[in-house]
C-alpha cells in the first residue's frame, strides 16, 4: 500500500522526470565519446541571416553589464536559499508535509497553520518538490549549478568551467536519485525514507525492478563506470606494469592519438576566444574543457598545427560562367568564413580565461638556490594582476559579410577588358578574377610576343571602357606570370574590426606586436607585427582613413598586449583625433615627468618628449650592454629568469609605440628640431623596443625628408592626389588611383599589397578606453626622462657652489678644450649616465662656461681658452 501510495505522488512529477531525462543527456552530447566522430552540426545558410534594427533596439539590453551583473547575483541568491531551505527539509521535512499539501486549498491562513523550514512557506514547497516529488537528495546538486552560473556571469574569472559544472552535477543529481531510490525501495522502507531518492527515483526503481530485478544494481554501476571513463577522459588502465617498463618502450599512445585526432576532426565551436591574459594563473583552458578532456601543451600545439594545415588546404571555390570567345575562371576565396568564428552569445565573456606567457618567452627551467627550492620566474604583470583584457562584444557587429559582386557584372567587365585589349590587337590567352573586399582583380595571361609595357599604357583606355574610377594595373604580378587589372567593385563590402578580431588568425597571433589592418584583394585577414617592420610611415589625403588606420593600430595592440608590456606616446597636433585615448592614461600611456597631459598637443612639448625617448633609449642600450642582450626580448628574457640584478639598475622594460597623428604641422612650426630627434630614433630605437608610428596629409618631400623616409621601410598610403605625392611616399605610383575610404596600399620592402582596412568607429573605441580605464591602473603613466629644454633656457639660474657635481671642475676643462657643448662628449669621456651629464651641462650654463640650448645645435662655449677658465674657476 506505502508503494502504491508513493507511486502516485511520483506520477505528479513525470513531466519534471521527462525534462530531467533530457538534462542528463546534455552532458552526454557536449563530451563527446573518444573514438566517436562527433556529429557535424549544420552550418548556417549565410542566404537567410538577416537583422532587424527594431529587434537590436530591443534587446539591446541583454548585452548590458548591469543587466548580467543583476542576472549573475540573481543566480547567486538563489543558490544560498537553496541551500537554506535543503538543509531545513532534512529536519522539518516530515512537519511541513500537512502544511505544503494544503497549499491548493485556503486552509492555510484560516487554520494559522506556519511553516517550520527555515526558509518559511515557500522553502518548504521547493524543498517538497524538488526532494520529494522530484530528485530527492540529488536535488543538492541544482545549488553548485546555481553557484557556479551566477560566479561566472558576476566575477568572470573561475578555475572551473561552467561546462564542466554542469556536466558532472547533472549526472551525479541523476545518479545519485536512482541510487537511492532503488536502495530505498530494496529496503522496503519508502514510507519513512522515500524523500531520499524522490519521485523520480522511485518511480525508476519500481520501473528497473520489474524489468531486470537485482540486476539493476549492476546498471546503475555501468552507468557510474561508462560517466567516469568518458568524463574524466580515462583511456587506458596500466596493470601492474611499472615505471621502468614504461620507459623501455617509448611511443605513441595509441588511445590518446586516436582521442586526439578526433578532437581535432571535431566540428570548430563558435564562440571559443584565443586571447591570451598574461595576469591569469596556470589552469585548464576553456575551450580545452568544453570537450571535458584536460590536454597538455603538447596536444595543444598538435591541434593548431593541424587547424593551420587544414585551413591552408582550403581550395578556393573557382566558378566558370560560359563564354563564347573566352572563359571567366571567378576565384572566391572562403578561408575567412573557415576563420571567423560565430561571436553571438556569451562565448566571449571567457575572454579572461586563456593563458599566456608574457611576450611570449620561451622560458627556461629557474636555476636552484642553496635550499633546493626553485626560484620563482619573476612575472611584470602581477602589479595589475586582475586586469582583464577587452572584450569582443565591445565591438559594434555589422552582420556577416558577403561578397556582393554579381555574375552579370564580372561577364562585363572581361567582355570590356577583352574587347578594349582587342582593339589594340592584344589577345589573351586566358582571364581569371579573383573578387575582394573593395576591388576586383582579373588576372589576364596575354598571347606570346605581346610586350607587358603595352598593356600598361593602355590604363586609361580601360578605365574609360569601364567606366570606373581607380583602375590599376600590376604588370606582371610579383610570383605569377600574369599581368592584374583591379576593377571596383559597384557594391562596396565593408570590413569591419570586429570581423578581423574575432578570426582565429589573429586569436592565435604569437606576434609581439600583431596589427590587423583588414582583409586583402583575396578576402584573406592580413596581419603584420610591428616589431618587425619597425616603424611605419602612413600617409593619404583628408578624409580617406588615415585617423581610423591611426585607431586600428592602436585597437589591435590593445586587444593583444597586457599594460606592463606596452605604453604608447601619443603626439596629437590636432588635439581632437587622439584624444579618447586620455582615458587610458594610467594603464598604456607615457608621458614627461612634469606633463598635466598624457597626450601631447605643443609642439615644444613634442620636441622634449623626442628628446626624452632619445635619453630613453640610451639608457636603455646602457642595459643591454651591460646584461650582454642584443635586443629587448632577449634582455627581458633574462630578466624575467631572475638573471638581472635590479639593484643594478635592471628593469623589465616595456615596448614603447610613438604615434604622430599630423607630422607635416610638426616640420612647419618645429623643422630640424623635430627631425633629428625622429631620425635618430628610427635609426636606433629598434632594438631597444621603441617604435614609430607617423602620419601625414602631406606626403611631399619637405615633410618626408630623405632622413626620415630612409629609416621608414614600412609604409602605408591611402588615396593621394597625385602620382607625385603616391611616388614620394611609396616610391612607385598607384596611390592616386586608389577609390578611398580605406582603401589603401601597404609597401614593406619591394612588395606592395592593396588591403581594405578595417572600420573602427568612434563609440567603439569610446567602449574600448571607458572598460580599460574603468579598472584598476598604476598609480601613473609611464614616465619618461625627464628632459629641459628651451622653456627653462630663457631663465638663467644662479650657480649654486654648494651643490656643485664633483665632476664639474673636470667637465668644464673637457668643454673647453674641445669646444664642444655637448652632453653625449661628457658621457663618452667620464662615462656617465645622461641624467649626471645633463646636469653638468646645466651647472655648467649657470656659470656662464656654455650658452643656453639650442635644439639639435651643440651649445655654445663661450670661454675660449683654459687660462681664461681658471680665472672663472677661481672665482666660483
Same mark, same amino acid.
Given at each position: 500500500?506505502?508503494?502504491?501510495?508513493?507511486?502516485?505522488?511520483?506520477?505528479?512529477?513525470?513531466?519534471?522526470?521527462?525534462?530531467?531525462?533530457?538534462?542528463?543527456?546534455?552532458?552526454?552530447?557536449?563530451?563527446?565519446?573518444?573514438?566517436?566522430?562527433?556529429?557535424?552540426?549544420?552550418?548556417?545558410?549565410?542566404?537567410?541571416?538577416?537583422?532587424?534594427?527594431?529587434?537590436?533596439?530591443?534587446?539591446?539590453?541583454?548585452?548590458?553589464?548591469?543587466?548580467?551583473?543583476?542576472?549573475?547575483?540573481?543566480?547567486?541568491?538563489?543558490?544560498?536559499?537553496?541551500?537554506?531551505?535543503?538543509?531545513? *527539509?532534512?529536519?522539518?521535512?516530515?512537519?511541513?508535509?500537512?502544511?505544503?499539501?494544503?497549499?491548493?486549498?485556503?486552509?492555510?491562513?484560516?487554520?494559522?497553520?506556519?511553516?517550520?523550514?527555515?526558509?518559511?512557506?515557500?522553502?518548504?514547497?521547493?524543498?517538497?518538490?524538488?526532494?520529494?516529488?522530484?530528485?530527492?537528495?540529488?536535488?543538492?546538486?541544482?545549488?553548485?549549478?546555481?553557484?557556479?552560473?551566477?560566479?561566472?556571469?558576476?566575477?568572470?574569472?573561475?578555475?572551473?568551467?561552467?561546462? *564542466?559544472?554542469?556536466?558532472?552535477?547533472?549526472?551525479?543529481?541523476?545518479?545519485?536519485?536512482? @541510487?537511492?531510490?532503488?536502495?530505498?525501495?530494496?529496503?522496503?522502507?519508502?514510507?519513512?525514507?522515500?524523500?531520499?531518492?524522490?519521485?523520480?527515483?522511485?518511480?525508476?526503481?519500481?520501473?528497473?525492478?520489474?524489468l531486470i530485478g537485482g540486476g539493476s544494481w549492476l546498471v546503475l554501476g555501468f552507468l557510474l563506470l561508462v560517466f567516469v571513463v568518458f568524463f574524466f577522459n580515462v583511456t587506458s588502465?596500466?596493470?601492474?606494469?611499472?615505471?621502468?617498463?614504461?620507459?623501455?618502450?617509448?611511443?605513441?599512445?595509441?588511445?590518446?592519438?586516436?582521442?586526439?585526432?578526433?578532437?581535432?576532426?571535431?566540428?570548430?565551436?563558435?564562440?571559443?576566444?584565443?586571447?591570451?591574459?598574461?595576469?591569469?594563473?596556470?589552469?585548464?583552458?576553456?575551450?580545452?574543457?568544453?570537450?571535458?578532456?584536460?590536454?597538455?601543451?603538447?596536444?595543444?600545439?598538435?591541434?593548431?598545427?593541424?587547424?593551420?594545415?587544414?585551413?591552408?588546404?582550403?581550395?578556393?571555390?573557382?566558378?566558370?560562367?560560359?563564354?563564347?570567345?573566352?572563359?571567366? #575562371?571567378?576565384?572566391?576565396?572562403?578561408?575567412?568564413?573557415?576563420?571567423?568564428?560565430?561571436?553571438?552569445?556569451?562565448?566571449?565573456?571567457?575572454?579572461? #580565461?586563456?593563458?599566456?606567457?608574457?611576450?611570449?618567452?620561451?622560458?627556461?627551467?629557474?636555476?636552484?638556490?642553496?635550499?633546493?627550492?626553485?626560484?620563482?620566474?619573476?612575472?611584470?604583470?602581477?602589479?595589475?594582476?586582475?586586469?582583464?583584457?577587452? @572584450?569582443?562584444?565591445?565591438?559594434?557587429?555589422?552582420?556577416?559579410?558577403?561578397?556582393?559582386?554579381?555574375?552579370?557584372?564580372?561577364?562585363?567587365?572581361?567582355?570590356?577588358?577583352?574587347?578594349?585589349?582587342?582593339?589594340?590587337?592584344?589577345?589573351?590567352?586566358?582571364?581569371?578574377?579573383?573578387?575582394?573586399?573593395?576591388?576586383?582583380? *582579373?588576372?589576364?595571361?596575354?598571347?606570346?610576343?605581346?610586350?607587358?609595357?603595352?598593356?600598361?599604357?593602355?590604363?586609361?583606355?580601360?578605365?574609360?571602357?569601364?567606366?570606373?574610377?581607380?583602375?590599376?594595373? %600590376?604588370?606582371?604580378?610579383?610570383?605569377?606570370?600574369?599581368?592584374?587589372?583591379?576593377?571596383?567593385?559597384?557594391?562596396?563590402?565593408?570590413?569591419?574590426?570586429?570581423?578581423?578580431?574575432?578570426?582565429?588568425?589573429?586569436?592565435?597571433? #604569437?606576434?609581439?606586436?600583431?596589427?590587423?589592418?583588414?582583409?586583402?584583394?583575396?578576402?584573406?585577414?592580413?596581419?603584420?607585427?610591428?616589431?618587425?617592420?619597425?616603424?611605419?610611415?602612413?600617409?593619404?589625403?583628408?578624409?580617406?582613413?588615415?585617423?581610423?588606420?591611426?585607431?586600428? %593600430?592602436?585597437?589591435?595592440?590593445?586587444?593583444?598586449?597586457?599594460?606592463?608590456?606596452?605604453?604608447?606616446?601619443?603626439?596629437?597636433?590636432?588635439?581632437?583625433?587622439?584624444?579618447?585615448?586620455?582615458?587610458?592614461?594610467?594603464?598604456?600611456?607615457?608621458?614627461?615627468?612634469?606633463?598635466?597631459?598624457?597626450?601631447?598637443?605643443?609642439?615644444?612639448?613634442?620636441?622634449? &618628449?623626442?628628446?626624452?625617448?632619445?635619453?630613453?633609449?640610451?639608457?636603455?642600450?646602457?642595459?643591454?650592454?651591460?646584461?650582454?642582450?642584443?635586443?629587448?626580448?632577449?634582455?627581458?628574457?633574462?630578466?624575467?629568469?631572475?638573471?638581472?640584478?635590479?639593484?643594478?639598475?635592471?628593469?623589465?622594460?616595456?615596448?614603447?609605440?610613438?604615434?604622430?597623428?599630423?607630422?607635416?604641422?610638426?616640420?612647419?612650426?618645429?623643422?630640424?628640431?623635430?627631425?633629428?630627434?625622429?631620425?635618430?630614433?628610427?635609426?636606433?630605437?629598434?632594438?631597444?623596443?621603441?617604435?614609430?608610428?607617423?602620419?601625414?596629409q602631406r606626403p611631399s618631400v619637405n615633410v618626408i625628408t630623405g632622413i626620415i623616409k630612409a629609416n621608414f621601410p614600412a609604409r602605408i598610403s591611402f588615396k593621394v592626389t597625385s602620382?607625385?605625392?603616391?611616388?614620394?611616399?611609396?616610391?612607385?605610383?598607384?596611390?592616386?588611383?586608389?577609390?578611398?575610404?580605406?582603401?589603401?596600399?601597404?609597401?614593406?620592402?619591394?612588395?606592395?599589397?592593396?588591403?581594405?582596412?578595417?572600420?573602427?568607429?568612434?563609440?567603439?573605441?569610446?567602449?574600448?578606453?571607458?572598460?580599460?580605464?574603468?579598472?584598476?591602473?598604476?598609480?601613473?603613466? *609611464?614616465?619618461?626622462?625627464?628632459?629641459?629644454?628651451?622653456?627653462?633656457?630663457?631663465?638663467? &639660474?644662479?650657480?649654486?657652489?654648494?651643490?656643485?657635481?664633483?665632476?664639474?671642475?673636470?667637465?668644464?676643462?673637457?668643454?673647453?678644450?674641445?669646444?664642444?657643448?655637448?652632453?653625449?662628449?661628457?658621457?663618452?669621456?667620464?662615462?656617465?649616465?645622461?641624467?649626471?651629464?645633463?646636469?653638468?651641462?646645466?651647472?655648467?650654463?649657470?656659470?656662464? %662656461?656654455?650658452?643656453?640650448?639650442?635644439?639639435?645645435?651643440?651649445?655654445?662655449?663661450?670661454?675660449?681658452?683654459?687660462?681664461?677658465?681658471?680665472?672663472?674657476?677661481?672665482?666660483?
Amino acid at each position: 500500500m506505502a508503494k502504491n501510495t508513493y507511486r502516485n505522488e511520483a506520477l505528479n512529477g513525470s513531466r519534471a522526470k521527462n525534462e530531467m531525462r533530457g538534462a542528463r543527456n546534455e552532458p552526454r552530447r557536449a563530451n563527446t565519446p573518444i573514438g566517436e566522430k562527433p556529429r557535424q552540426p549544420e552550418k548556417p545558410k549565410r542566404s537567410f541571416k538577416f537583422s532587424f534594427p527594431s529587434i537590436n533596439l530591443q534587446f539591446g539590453f541583454l548585452k548590458d553589464r548591469r543587466f548580467k551583473l543583476s542576472v549573475g547575483f540573481t543566480f547567486l541568491l538563489i543558490s544560498f536559499c537553496l541551500t537554506i531551505a535543503f538543509v531545513s *527539509y532534512l529536519f522539518t521535512g516530515h512537519a511541513d508535509q500537512s502544511v505544503v499539501e494544503s497549499i491548493a486549498g485556503t486552509g492555510v491562513k484560516e487554520s494559522g497553520q506556519e511553516a517550520e523550514n527555515w526558509l518559511g512557506l515557500f522553502g518548504a514547497y521547493i524543498s517538497h518538490l524538488f526532494i520529494f516529488k522530484w530528485l530527492g537528495i540529488g536535488a543538492f546538486f541544482l545549488i553548485p549549478i546555481m553557484f557556479f552560473a551566477g560566479s561566472k556571469i558576476v566575477f568572470r574569472r573561475v578555475a572551473v568551467s561552467l561546462s *564542466y559544472v554542469l556536466g558532472l552535477c547533472s549526472f551525479s543529481m541523476l545518479w545519485l536519485s536512482l @541510487t537511492m531510490g532503488y536502495m530505498v525501495f530494496s529496503l522496503d522502507n519508502i514510507e519513512e525514507f522515500g524523500f531520499l531518492g524522490g519521485g523520480i527515483g522511485i518511480e525508476t526503481a519500481l520501473w528497473l525492478n520489474s524489468l531486470i530485478g537485482g540486476g539493476s544494481w549492476l546498471v546503475l554501476g555501468f552507468l557510474l563506470l561508462v560517466f567516469v571513463v568518458f568524463f574524466f577522459n580515462v583511456t587506458s588502465i596500466n596493470w601492474g606494469k611499472s615505471e621502468d617498463e614504461s620507459e623501455e618502450n617509448p611511443g605513441i599512445d595509441n588511445s590518446r592519438a586516436s582521442s586526439l585526432s578526433d578532437v581535432i576532426n571535431a566540428p570548430a565551436r563558435g564562440g571559443i576566444n584565443h586571447y591570451a591574459d598574461p595576469t591569469a594563473s596556470l589552469e585548464q583552458e576553456e575551450d580545452e574543457e568544453d570537450f571535458g578532456i584536460p590536454f597538455d601543451e603538447e596536444d595543444e600545439e598538435a591541434i593548431d598545427r593541424a587547424l593551420e594545415m587544414e585551413l591552408r588546404s582550403i581550395p578556393p571555390v573557382v566558378v566558370k560562367p560560359a563564354a563564347p570567345a573566352l572563359e571567366l #575562371d571567378v576565384e572566391l576565396n572562403d578561408e575567412l568564413a573557415e576563420d571567423e568564428f560565430d561571436t553571438s552569445g556569451d562565448e566571449f565573456d571567457t575572454i579572461e #580565461d586563456e593563458v599566456e606567457e608574457p611576450l611570449d618567452l620561451e622560458i627556461e627551467e629557474a636555476p636552484e638556490e642553496e635550499t633546493g627550492l626553485a626560484i620563482e620566474n619573476y612575472d611584470p604583470t602581477l602589479d595589475l594582476a586582475r586586469y582583464q583584457y577587452p @572584450t569582443i562584444e565591445l565591438l559594434t557587429d555589422y552582420g556577416a559579410s558577403k561578397v556582393s559582386v554579381s555574375k552579370e557584372e564580372l561577364e562585363a567587365n572581361k567582355d570590356k577588358i577583352v574587347e578594349t585589349l582587342g582593339n589594340y590587337n592584344i589577345g589573351i590567352a586566358s582571364i581569371k578574377a579573383t573578387i575582394g573586399p573593395t576591388v576586383t582583380l *582579373y588576372e589576364i595571361v596575354p598571347d606570346a610576343g605581346v610586350r607587358i609595357s603595352k598593356i600598361k599604357n593602355l590604363e586609361d583606355d580601360i578605365a574609360l571602357s569601364l567606366a570606373a574610377l581607380g583602375i590599376r594595373i %600590376i604588370a606582371p604580378i610579383p610570383g605569377k606570370g600574369t599581368i592584374g587589372i583591379e576593377v571596383p567593385n559597384t557594391k562596396k563590402e565593408m570590413v569591419s574590426i570586429k570581423s578581423i578580431l574575432s578570426t582565429e588568425k589573429f586569436l592565435k597571433s #604569437d606576434m609581439d606586436l600583431p596589427i590587423a589592418f583588414g582583409k586583402t584583394i583575396t578576402n584573406e585577414v592580413f596581419i603584420t607585427d610591428l616589431a618587425k617592420m619597425p616603424h611605419l610611415l602612413m600617409a593619404g589625403a583628408t578624409g580617406q582613413g588615415k585617423s581610423v588606420g591611426l585607431n586600428i %593600430i592602436l585597437t589591435s595592440l590593445l586587444y593583444k598586449r597586457h599594460p606592463s608590456q606596452l605604453k604608447f606616446v601619443l603626439v596629437d597636433p590636432k588635439k581632437v583625433e587622439l584624444s579618447l585615448f586620455n582615458k587610458i592614461e594610467r594603464h598604456f600611456l607615457a608621458k614627461l615627468p612634469d606633463s598635466d597631459e598624457a597626450i601631447i598637443t605643443d609642439t615644444k612639448k613634442v620636441v622634449n &618628449t623626442l628628446n626624452s625617448l632619445c635619453m630613453e633609449m640610451d639608457m636603455r642600450y646602457d642595459l643591454l650592454k651591460d646584461a650582454g642582450c642584443r635586443n629587448l626580448k632577449e634582455y627581458n628574457r633574462k630578466f624575467v629568469e631572475r638573471r638581472l640584478n635590479p639593484k643594478k639598475g635592471h628593469r623589465f622594460m616595456p615596448y614603447i609605440v610613438l604615434v604622430i597623428d599630423e607630422l607635416a604641422d610638426l616640420m612647419m612650426t618645429a623643422g630640424k628640431e623635430v627631425e633629428t630627434p625622429i631620425a635618430r630614433l628610427a635609426q636606433l630605437a629598434r632594438a631597444i623596443g621603441i617604435h614609430l608610428v607617423v602620419a601625414t596629409q602631406r606626403p611631399s618631400v619637405n615633410v618626408i625628408t630623405g632622413i626620415i623616409k630612409a629609416n621608414f621601410p614600412a609604409r602605408i598610403s591611402f588615396k593621394v592626389t597625385s602620382k607625385i605625392d603616391s611616388r614620394t611616399i611609396l616610391d612607385a605610383g598607384g596611390a592616386d588611383q586608389l577609390i578611398g575610404q580605406g582603401d589603401m596600399l601597404f609597401s614593406i620592402g619591394s612588395d606592395i599589397i592593396r588591403i581594405q582596412c578595417a572600420f573602427v568607429d568612434t563609440p567603439e573605441v569610446d567602449r574600448i578606453c571607458d572598460y580599460i580605464g574603468e579598472q584598476q591602473g598604476y598609480d601613473d603613466a *609611464y614616465l619618461l626622462p625627464e628632459f629641459v629644454g628651451d622653456e627653462s633656457g630663457s631663465e638663467k &639660474t644662479d650657480f649654486d657652489p654648494s651643490s656643485k657635481d664633483p665632476l664639474f671642475e673636470e667637465a668644464a676643462r673637457i668643454i673647453v678644450q674641445h669646444q664642444q657643448g655637448s652632453t653625449s662628449l661628457l658621457q663618452r669621456r667620464l662615462k656617465l649616465g645622461y641624467n649626471r651629464a645633463g646636469r653638468l651641462i646645466d651647472q655648467l650654463e649657470s656659470a656662464g %662656461i656654455v650658452g643656453p640650448f639650442e635644439g639639435s645645435k651643440a651649445r655654445e662655449v663661450k670661454i675660449p681658452d683654459e687660462y681664461s677658465l681658471e680665472q672663472l674657476l677661481n672665482t666660483l
